[in-house]
């Protein structure tokens, strides 16, 4: 604001003027005023709007108390009653929202590095071999599928909610667990996730424990083409190389991606085996 002018307390301003003098629209200035924030006079020749310089310095304070989290339809409560009682605790909850903001980015933005490292790993990791620790996970079933035939997809209300809630789907993994002649899909999230995020997970979730892990990606292929046996390479290699599979281990995994790449068409998925 240019302050260069002193202006006394009879003079005032077009709705215009304070558009220009604040960087706010018109349509703004009016809703601070029908949401009792500040009040305009009429002109006495025209009706037009009129602002005298209070008001003007009203609608300055709004707006920053605004710029703070507070509601505009609040400010006149808070600026007429106990303001600054009203407006410590509006700003202690801002606080409380901004850390809590900026903790739900800190986990978003690793998980997002994470999934970038998958990605570039995806297909340059296929037929190697690595043993990982892999973190506890709780998942729900989705589907059963034999071969790229797949039985009607089975989600309940509570666990889809939970799963599609837009907080919660960036950590959520699209997994499998292999059988002899099936593979039962699934949604899951990992335990560090849920801890971190404060989640109350559906019943009809289960945890998978954590553990070291014999792990490889393998590339299931174009849709159609899938066999079973593309499973069989993990549990071959821990038998080739001397690894010692606890009995009734399940081969486990997480989609890594499925897309075209080069024109061909291509299902990357990382799997993992538990070892001792």
Known sequence: MNMSKRTSAVDSYSIGEVSTL???????????EKQGAIRASRGAENNYRRYDSMEVFWLLEAMQHKSWGIPISEISGIRNHEYTIN??????EEVKRIRADIQYRELLAQRLEQLQMNMLLSTKNIGCFWVESIPSAY?????TGRGDEYERINLSEKSSSFVFD?????????????????????????????RSLG????????KISGGLCLCTHIDIGEIGSYNQEVFHVLPEYAAEHGFNVPDGAKIRGVILGRGYE????????KIHLPIL
Do not use: A
């Open 166 to 194: 837009d907080q919660h789907l960036p950590f959520i993994d699209s997994g499998l667990q292999v059988e002899d002649d099936r593979v039962e899909w699934e949604m899951g999230i990992q335990e560090k996730y849920v």
């Open 199 to 206: 989640l109350e997970i559906p019943e009809d979730f289960t």
């Open 22 to 32: 604040l960087s706010i629209s018109r349509d703004m200035i009016r809703y601070y």
């Open 262 to 269: 080069n024109g061909e068409f291509r299902r990357i998925v």
């Open 87 to 92: 407006t410590e605790q509006f700003l202690g």
């Open 139 to 143: 998942y729900c079933h989705l589907v």
